[in-house]
């Protein structure tokens, strides 16, 4: 099964708006929910939205997400320095019969 | 705050075998779905399997089935991964993960909390 499809980078300016997308299928984000996870390199994945638009206690509103059909988007607003991760999507996938994440997003910060 | 520490990881050639553990600490893993994913150098993250809170139920990523053995010991606090026949292409960093999801329904489910992660080489 291959991965979700996301956008290898992305970046931004403090203080900017960016988004990062999420694109799969109907066994996949048109049919289930989608999660995201930051990583900065060489640290473990951490979550940080899950079930569609849902926060951890902990991660700051600066972060959101929608999901629309088969695709996602996240969305971090007022960009900081510390948001310089990896961002990946991921999503329970009907064929694999198990999670599915995406390639991973480098976000880097200007 | 949860604590997974995973442990077992190292270098091993082709066709060889390894075992990883993971172990929690300041909580109980017992009620909890655990999962292993794994992350290839420079590359993605793939869920590797995970097993229920009792250890009867387990599910593995298909192209790793027969070869992977996910199994727990809620006694030790702990979750296991066997690996047999490795080969080249399974080096990567494995981390053990509590997988949480709606009580209403399963398919939405997530990785809540990670452990920092075991190195795994598979070289001649």
């Known amino acids: 099964q291959s991965a979700l499809t996301q956008p290898p980078s992305a970046s931004g300016t403090p203080g900017q708006r960016v988004s990062i997308s999420c694109s799969g299928s109907i066994s996949n984000l048109g049919s289930n929910t989608v999660n995201w996870y930051q990583q900065v390199p060489g640290t473990a994945p951490k979550l940080l939205i899950y079930?569609?638009?849902q926060r951890p206690s902990g991660v700051p509103d600066r972060f959101s997400a929608s999901k629309s059909g088969t695709s996602a988007s996240l969305v971090i607003s007022g960009l900081q320095s510390e948001d310089e991760a990896d961002y990946f999507c991921a999503a329970w996938d009907d064929t694999l019969s198990g999670p599915l994440f995406g390639g991973g997003t480098r976000l880097t910060v200007l | 705050e949860v604590q997974l520490e995973e442990s077992g990881g190292g270098l091993v050639q082709p066709g060889g075998s390894l075992r990883l553990s993971c172990e929690a600490s300041r909580f109980s893993l017992s009620g909890y779905w655990m999962s292993w994913v794994r992350q290839s150098p420079g590359k993605g993250l793939e869920w590797v399997a995970h097993i229920s809170e009792d250890g009867y139920e387990k599910f593995y990523v298909a192209s790793l089935r027969g070869r992977f053995t996910i199994s727990r010991d809620n006694a030790k606090n702990s979750v296991f991964l066997q690996m047999d026949s490795l080969r080249v292409e399974d080096t990567a960093v494995y981390y053990c993960?509590?997988?949480?999801?709606?009580?209403?329904?399963?398919?939405?489910?997530?990785?809540?909390?990670w452990g920092q992660g075991a190195p795994v080489t598979v070289s001649p």
């Open positions: 993960a509590i997988m949480d999801y709606n009580r209403v329904w399963w398919k939405d489910n997530w990785f809540d909390a």
């Open positions: 079930s569609n638009r």
